[in-house]
């Protein structure tokens, strides 16, 4: 017999309870899924459809089985999967030997059970072959002894109809819908833990999820959010492409930083955010909008002000994340992998609040907005670049470096780029260097009629926005920039 890499997968239980034509169509998903998925790492890979089950056939080596494996473990769909020896079922001595073949030599000196899962018409009972395989496993090993309540290792046999499969291993499966199964959706994703993990859990749900980026004014922050969208999707949702829109905001924050009230101003821009994405979603005939809210994490995320933020959306609002513990988002953000990427996102925060309102009213937030010039939100919505995920990373982006200095430098001008708000509450004072106001959502405009000869240091708070807007100048021509970061 030629020995072949044999894996047995398990449907998500939540597939195999559905309506016949529904699981039908969902495992047929699955299976070409798993084809498109497998074909790039060998063309021999033969993907088999049963009702209750799939099986993936090819050569046996033990890398491409490695490989096949981690492939398994990150498709959604899959309950369970188990790398397995097929064998003709025979009789109780040949089903022995069998399992002597696989199992033999990694018993000894450990205490075993076996369990038997049987379908079938057979003349015997599952525990019966549980009871002779057991038996002839302790005397033909060198097992310290059977264990049936907690033994160290399980031996796990199935036998299908006049099929044996031996497993040897059993790996736990993603679960969820087959993507690809649902329709799709629009995730607004900004890097940090809670769009990244709220897009996986739709990924993971079978939703085709699409990524839509603000872009508040940081292209160092749109290459780290690209970069770990493409990352999303290559693992957990490369069986169907998907695309990357990124949307310059920049001008909708400037407006809403000088036409709005402080209180209301985070509000606003969520507001805007949405009625953005919901044209988005109408031109991509797209289903419903994803977002990474979780009640009360922060003050725009309250009930109150998530109703009024809802109140503009035409499109529909899924939040997988709404009665999430932090603690829970970043667990699930280190198992997928985005911790890191989330971790050091230079996520770009263009409206900061001194006392944001908690409980927003409808009637004060439109009152606010009736000074805001739309034509701003229509130009940067009309202005959005929309690319294939499968290409944001094949531009030749070079994000430009800046010097920091946690020292201001001798006769350096130092620009405090805060919010006006900010330096009011916490005045900049420096010895020995110049300091002027100059607002973030101005500077970009007013830079270029600066006196050149001076060294400017760019200060804020975090030094997250000065990075950034440095970083800007820098790429314009403009030499003469760096940002001043205390220890």
Known sequence: ????????????????IKSPPVRKRMTRQLRENLRKLLRPLDSSIQVEQDWDKLQVIGPDDAVLSNQVSSMLACTPG?????????????????????????????????????????????????????????????????????NLKAPDITVRLEIRHDELFVVEETSKGLGGFPLGSQDSVISLISGGFDS???????????????????????????????????????????????????VPFEAVVGEILSKVRNAEMGVVLKRMMLRAASVIAEDMDVQALVTGESVAQVSSQTLANLAVIDSVASTLILRPLITSDK????????????????????????????????RAREDKVATEEENFDFSVLEQ??????????????????????????????????????RHPDEVEACPLKIGGNVVQAVPFFTLQNRFKHF?????????????VMSRLHAELLVEQGFNNVAVYRPA
């Open 1 to 16: 017999m030629i020995s072949l890499m044999h894996f047995v997968i398990k449907l998500f239980p939540e597939i195999t």
């Open 78 to 146: 899959i309950a369970n999967f188990s790398r397995v020896q097929y064998f003709p079922l025979g009789d109780f001595d040949d089903i022995l030997a069998k399992t002597l073949s696989v199992w033999g030599e990694k018993l000894a000196d450990k205490k075993f059970a076996v369990r038997v899962r049987r379908s079938g018409k057979h003349d015997f009972s599952s525990s019966d072959v549980e009871r002779i395989v057991g038996g002839g496993l302790l005397l033909q090993t060198d097992a310290a002894g059977v």
């Open 196 to 246: 990244t993990v709220s897009s996986y859990l739709t990924i993971k749900r079978g939703l085709r999820t699409h990524y839509l980026f603000f872009n508040l004014g940081g292209r160092a922050h749109e290459v780290g959010v690209k970069e770990v969208a493409f990352y999303l999707w290559n693992k957990f949702g490369s069986t169907h492409k998907v695309r990357f829109i990124t």
């Open 327 to 358: 603690t829970d988002i970043i667990d699930i953000a280190r198992a997928i992998g985005t911790e890191q990427f989330a971790a050091s996102m230079p996520e770009y925060c263009g409206v900061i609040s001194v006392k944001p309102t908690t």
């Open 380 to 417: 940067a919505v009309a202005s959005r670049r929309v690319q294939s995920i499968d290409a944001v990373m094949d531009e030749d982006v070079q994000v430009a470096e800046v010097e920091i200095f946690a020292i201001p430098l001798p006769d350096a001008i130092i620009l405090d780029i």
């Open 451 to 463: 006196e050149q000869g001076p060294r400017y240091l760019l200060y804020c708070q975090k030094g």
